[in-house]
C-alpha cells in the first residue's frame, strides 16, 4: 500500500491520478473530504481505503507490514494562516511523528516542504541541506517557518546519525498550478483566480509593483505545473535509492504578467489587464522573485523535462477549466 496524506488535497489527489495512471494499486487517502466537491478530486482514482487524519497512525500501525511508502502532503498551506499553534501540531508534530514511525518500521517517506522556507530569496533558492545553509534562510510567515523547523531538525537528526527510512524525500515545492485545487479558496493559483475574467474578455487584475526594480505585474514566480510534481513523486518511487532535500520547481521564473497572457492565449482571447495595489497587510513580506536551483534533483538521475509556462497553463485551461468535468 501507498498512503498519501492530504490525498484530497490539490498536489496529493494529483500524485493518486498519477500514480492510478502508472497502474499502482493500494493506494489510501488520509484526509477529511469536509462538506463540498473536494471528494471529486479523488474521484476518479482506484483507491484501497479513506481514512480521516485521526485515525491515520492506527491505520499504520494495524497495517505496518504491508505499507511500503507514506507520501505527506498533508499541511496547513495557507501562508496567511495565523493559528500558529494549527500550524505546530498539523505542519511540524504529525511530520516528526511520520519519520520516527517510518524509521521505526523501515517505511519510505516522501514529505512536502515548500518554497515558502526561502523568505525573500536573499540568500538564493539552493536546496542546500547543510546545517550552515539551512541557518541562513529566513522565512516570511508561519507556513513557511513551519517546513523550515523540519528540513532543519531532519538535517540536524542525520548529522547526529539518527535512524532513518530507508528512502527518505523532502519537496520544497515552488509556485504550483493546475487542476484539483478548486477548494482551496483565496489559495488557488491566478491561473484560477483569473480564469473566469479573462474567459469574458477581462479585464483581469494583477498587483502593482511596489518595488522599483520590477514593473507592474513583473514580479516573478518559478510556476509548475502539478502533472510535473506528481511525475516527480511517481520517479522517486521508482528510484528507491534517492533520498534527499529538493527543489521542485522548473528552474525559470517567469512573471504573473506572462502567466496571465498564457491565460488568454488559451482562451483565444486578446490580453486585458488591470494592476492594483498590493494589499498593506502582505506588502512588507511579498516576494519579488523565486527561482529554483534544480541541479541536485537533475544529479540525482531525473531527467523528464518540466511543462513551459505556456503549454501547462494551455493544459490546464483547455483540458479542465473549459471542460464539464475539471477534475483529474
Known amino acids: 500500500m501507498i498512503v498519501v496524506t492530504g490525498g484530497a488535497g490539490f498536489i496529493g489527489s494529483n500524485i493518486l491520478a498519477q ?3 502508472d497502474g499502482r494499486t493500494g493506494l489510501v487517502v488520509c484526509d477529511w473530504l469536509e462538506d463540498g466537491d473536494k471528494w471529486r478530486n479523488i474521484a476518479n482514482c482506484e483507491l484501497e481505503d479513506v481514512i480521516a487524519p485521526e485515525a491515520l497512525f492506527d ?30 501540531r498539523s505542519n511540524i508534530r504529525l511530520t516528526n511523528d511520520l519519520w520516527y514511525w517510518a524509521a521505526a518500521t523501515g517505511t519510505r517517506l516522501i514529505y512536502a516542504s515548500s518554497a515558502a522556507t526561502y523568505g525573500d530569496g536573499d540568500a538564493g533558492f539552493d536546496d542546500d541541506m547543510g546545517l550552515d545553509a539551512l541557518a541562513q534562510l529566513k522565512p516570511l510567515n508561519a507556513y513557511g517557518w513551519s517546513k523550515h523547523l ?6 540536524r537528526h542525520l548529522s547526529a546519525g539518527g535512524a532513518k527510512p530507508p528512502q527518505w524525500v523532502g519537496l520544497k515545492f515552488f509556485n504550483v498550478y493546475g487542476p484539483n485545487e478548486y477548494h482551496k479558496g483565496g489559495q488557488k493559483s491566478v491561473v484560477a483566480h483569473i480564469h473566469p475574467d479573462a474567459r469574458s474578455g477581462g479585464p483581469v487584475r494583477l498587483f502593482k509593483s511596489h518595488n522599483p526594480n520590477y514593473e507592474d505585474g513583473g514580479q516573478l514566480r518559478d510556476f509548475v505545473y502539478v502533472k510535473d510534481c506528481a511525475r516527480v ?3 522517486l518511487l521508482e528510484t528507491p535509492s534517492v533520498s534527499g532535500l529538493f527543489n521542485l520547481g522548473t528552474g525559470e521564473a517567469r512573471s504573473f504578467k506572462d502567466l496571465a497572457n498564457a491565460t488568454f492565449t488559451a482562451l483565444n482571447r486578446q490580453a486585458n489587464i488591470e494592476y ?14 523565486t527561482q529554483a536551483q534544480m541541479d541536485r534533483l537533475r544529479q540525482a538521475g531525473y531527467t523528464q523535462p518540466f511543462t513551459s509556462l505556456e503549454d501547462g497553463v494551455a493544459d490546464y485551461v483547455r483540458t479542465y477549466l473549459e471542460a464539464d468535468d475539471s477534475y483529474r
Open 233 to 235: 513523486v511517481s520517479w
Open 150 to 155: 523540519v528540513d532543519r531538525r531532519i538535517a
Open 19 to 21: 500514480l492510478s495512471e
Open 59 to 88: 491505520f499504520l500501525h494495524k497495517n505496518a507490514g504491508q505499507i511500503d511508502a507514506v507520501i505527506h502532503m498533508g499541511a496547513i498551506s495557507s501562508t496567511t494562516e495565523t493559528d500558529v499553534d494549527l500550524i505546530v
Open 276 to 289: 492594483v495595489d498590493t494589499p498593506e497587510q502582505i506588502r512588507d513580506k511579498y516576494q519579488y522573485f
